[in-house]
């Protein structure tokens, strides 16, 4: 089935800790993920994404973990920024077909 | 580098008035997708078009309808409009064509407002 974000998890850390959320994803031939960062009334911003060939990568302050075994994912953040404060989705796909969402998590991020 | 642009940014309707959403995607894109997202909600998928084709369809109600044309941009055309379909509603496109990249970048979005 599809996962539906009707709860919205809060991670709260302070600044300059590492922040790390987490997401089940539900189909196990998905082959693609991303995790996207969207900010209040704005479009899913694309911070890193890893394929299923793949178990980690590592971006600039970020790094995603796949778990195939658990279907699970992982998004590191290094160093976390008041400008991290954002809701984080993870999303799945085969290929060039449609982005399933995982239910989002609010990271704030105090001074 | 040029994005996804969508228009009109905000919408204010009526009950049972019909609106038509606007997406241009990035240059040299031929994928778009189209998302619906409630309030505190992930995006649902509604629909997306590669080459001017319907490539999938998802929770997208009847009342709607979509197409892309052959300049690539694309409309999403709703009807009869419900209390209900007040949400954020988001265009995304990818370059499908070489295969390469499955990324979708996604526009500001349309804030639909059903009163």
């Known amino acids: 089935g599809e996962s539906v974000g009707l709860h919205l998890p809060t991670l709260s850390v302070q600044e300059g800790d590492n922040s790390i959320i987490n997401c089940a994803y539900s189909n196990s031939a998905s082959d693609y993920f991303i995790w996207y960062k969207q900010e209040s009334g704005k479009g899913p911003q694309f911070i890193i994404d890893i394929r299923s060939n793949m178990d980690k990568r590592q971006g600039q302050r970020v790094t995603v973990l796949l778990n195939k075994t658990v279907k699970h994912l992982s998004l590191q953040i290094a160093a976390t920024q008041p400008g991290d404060s954002a809701v984080y989705f993870c999303?799945?796909?085969?290929?060039?077909?449609?982005?399933?969402f995982g239910t989002g998590t609010r990271l704030l991020v105090s001074p | 580098a040029a994005g996804v642009i969508q228009s009109p940014r905000h919408l204010i309707k009526e009950k049972r008035e019909t609106a038509t959403l606007k997406c241009y995607p990035i240059p040299r894109h031929d994928t778009v997708y189209w998302y619906q997202q409630g309030p505190g909600q992930d995006p649902q998928f509604l629909i997306s078009?590669?080459?001017?084709?319907?490539?999938d369809k998802g929770s997208i109600p009847d009342r709607f309808s979509a197409q892309q044309f052959s300049d690539y941009h694309s409309e999403l055309n709703m009807s009869s409009l419900e209390l209900g379909d007040s949400a954020l509603y988001f265009c995304?496109?990818?370059?499908?064509?070489?295969?390469?990249?499955?990324?979708?970048?996604f526009g500001p979005g349309t804030r639909l407002t059903v009163t």
């Open positions: 995304a496109s990818s370059l499908a064509r070489t295969g390469l990249n499955y990324e979708q970048y």
């Open positions: 078009f590669y080459e001017k084709m319907q490539s």
């Open positions: 999303a799945e796909t085969q290929g060039f077909q449609k982005l399933v």
